[in-house]
């Protein structure tokens, strides 16, 4: 990825299925954002296999300054939530949740057999999901005289990835723009050097 501001994700669920020595490890990889999220893909997958031992998951929570989880629900320490984890950072996927359910199928896998058999799961749902580049990006406004309209206009071309969102011409001019994160800085320096346009960061 040649951007900085660039990580990738995923917009839509994708599923593997795992087997091993009669155990199924049936995974689910989600879209997710933030804690309140999880939990309900959670609740969700504990509703749709009510026979089934375990709901272990890993997680990056949020693009920027993300959020790691992992969970082995109950199985032994390391075997499950942070094989999955693993393969979401060795894919280098944010913004997701992975969760890997267990059916128990009567024979005993070992530490060794459950790594396996999460990191497997997790990365068969990985394989199958249509992976997009999505960009950390926030909003800055510029206001100005209508006569400052060309050289906003031109500035804003200036910026990569710059996306304009409003415009509102009257009296004072306001135009709101999406750019990416690492552009913030030099965007808010563009009209230093005048009074007749203000630009600043949007909460």
Do not use: W
């Amino acid at each position: 990825m040649t951007h900085p501001d660039a990580y990738k994700t995923v917009t839509s669920p994708s599923e593997g299925d795992f087997r091993d020595r009669g155990s199924k490890f049936p995974s689910y990889l989600f879209p997710c954002g933030d804690e309140i999220e999880l939990k309900g893909y959670i609740n969700d997958l504990r509703k749709q296999h009510p026979g089934a031992r375990h709901v272990c998951y890993g997680a990056i929570l949020g693009a920027e300054n993300s959020v790691e989880r992992s969970n082995d629900d109950g199985e032994p320490g390391g075997t499950a939530g942070l094989p999955i984890l693993n393969q979401l950072l060795s894919a280098e996927l944010k913004n997701v949740a992975l969760l890997v359910v267990r059916y128990f199928g009567g024979t005993k896998l070992g530490k060794a057999g459950l790594i396996n058999a999460y990191k497997e799961s997790a990365k068969e749902a990985i394989d199958a999901a249509k992976l997009v580049t999505r960009q950390i990006r926030t909003g800055i406004q510029f206001r100005f005289c209508y006569d400052a309209t060309g050289p906003v206009m031109q500035a804003i071309e200036s910026i990569k990835h710059a996306h304009i969102k409003e415009q509102v011409y009257d009296q004072d001019c306001l135009i709101t723009v999406s750019i990416p994160k690492s552009e913030l800085d030099k965007a808010l320096h563009l009209f230093d050097h005048t009074d007749e346009v203000e630009v600043s960061q949007m909460d």
